[in-house]
Nanobody, 119 residues
Framework: QVQLVESGGGLVQAGGSLRLSCAASGSISSIIAMGWYRQASGKQRELVASITNRGSTNYADSVRGRFTISRDNAKNTMYLQMNSLKPEDTAVYYC?????????????WGQGTQVTVSS
């Protein structure tokens, strides 16, 4: 089993910055990718950024150039540096880990951390 714990959310003014962390523990072998998703009130969960086990990154158009995803493999921790925050970035942010066991792909989720950007 895999456990993911997010931290770093909070309330910030527009234009400010936050850094989210996601600490992974448990059976975290055979990772394919990790990512950050967010879900705003009344909206579907959407991908914010992802990073593969080889370090390739992908960003949603709405955050590209403002957010940076990274991983510290030694600490089993993933980060999301969020700069130039906008009110529309307000959402619950979730950490995701995808691994593979045999032919099966498994997705694990953290409990989420609230990010609120005031105008």
């Amino acid at each position: 089993q895999v456990q993911l714990v997010e931290s770093g959310g909070g309330l910030v003014q527009a234009g400010g910055s936050l850094r989210l962390s996601c600490a992974a523990s448990g059976s975290i072998s055979s990772i394919i990718a990790m990512g950050w998703y967010r879900q705003a009130s009344g909206k579907q969960r959407e991908l914010v950024a992802s990073i593969t086990n080889r370090g390739s990154t992908n960003y949603a158009d709405s955050v590209r150039g403002r957010f940076t995803i990274s991983r510290d493999n030694a600490k089993n921790t993933m980060y999301l540096q969020m700069n130039s925050l906008k009110p529309e970035d307000t959402a619950v942010y979730y950490c995701n880990l995808r691994n593979q066991r045999g032919s099966l792909l498994n997705d694990y989720w953290g409990q989420g951390t609230q990010v609120t950007v005031s105008s």
